[in-house]
Structure formats: structure tokens, C-alpha cells
């Protein structure tokens, strides 16, 4: 599996992005993290290959909407409402077997995107 994020930037507080990851591959659970220097990756949100199940960390809860189209080989990261802690490096990640739990752990992800950094100014 191969992933290509994309999609941050610089916004303002109380803003709107979106991030986009290309999956090559067919990857069960499909996941979001995200780091700041000196900070551990810390999971953002996940969902399984269906889109039927979805996780958030509770800080995004309401804000993030994570999603997939398995037609186009693409998950998504809508974030609204942005707060300046949400700035740091977002990851997309995949899990190859078909397994829900422990879903953010970073050790239970097989593939990993190079991230995209986004700021957030107040």
C-alpha cells in the first residue's frame, strides 16, 4: 500500500479544510494522525473499508469528518471550525488486514503517507 496525503495549508482559526489521501491498494482500516515537534503522532480519526464504522480522538469530535471512496481510491479529512492545537503534520495511515480494533495505535498501521502540514493562525 502507498499513500499520498495532501490538501493543508494555512487557515484561519474557525476555518475550514480539507485533506485528501490517495490509496494505492485496498486497505481495511484507513486512519489519521497527526504530530507536532516533539510531540508523539497522536490519532486523529479512522474508518474501516465499508465507511460504516468511524473513530475520533475526542478533541476533533463534532469538528472532523473522516471519509473514503473506494471507487476513487481516496479518504478524506474534512475539518471545520480549526483551533490553533489543531496545527501540526497530518498523517494518513492504512491497515492492511480486516481488523477494527486498536485503531489508534500507530503500531497497528502497516503504510504510511508523508504527511501535510497544517496551520492553524488566530
Known amino acids: 500500500v502507498q499513500l499520498q496525503a495532501s490538501g493543508g495549508g494555512l487557515v484561519q482559526a474557525g476555518g475550514s479544510l480539507r485533506l485528501s489521501c490517495e490509496v494505492s491498494g485496498r486497505p481495511y482500516i484507513m486512519g489519521w494522525f497527526r504530530q507536532t515537534p516533539g510531540k508523539e503522532r497522536e490519532f486523529v480519526a479512522a474508518?474501516?473499508?465499508?465507511?460504516?464504522?468511524?473513530y475520533y480522538a475526542e478533541p476533533v469530535k463534532g469538528r472532523f469528518t473522516i471519509s473514503r471512496d473506494n471507487a476513487e481510491s481516496m479518504v478524506y479529512l474534512e475539518m471545520k471550525n480549526l483551533k490553533g492545537d489543531d496545527t501540526a503534520v497530518y498523517y494518513c495511515?492504512?491497515?492492511?488486514?480486516?481488523?477494527?480494533?486498536?485503531?489508534?495505535?500507530?503500531?497497528?498501521?502497516?503504510?504510511w503517507g508523508q504527511g501535510t502540514l497544517v496551520t492553524v493562525s488566530s
Open positions: 495511515a492504512a491497515r492492511s488486514w480486516a481488523y477494527d480494533g486498536f485503531y489508534y495505535n500507530t503500531q497497528r498501521y502497516d503504510a
Open positions: 474508518i474501516n473499508f465499508s465507511g460504516g464504522s468511524t
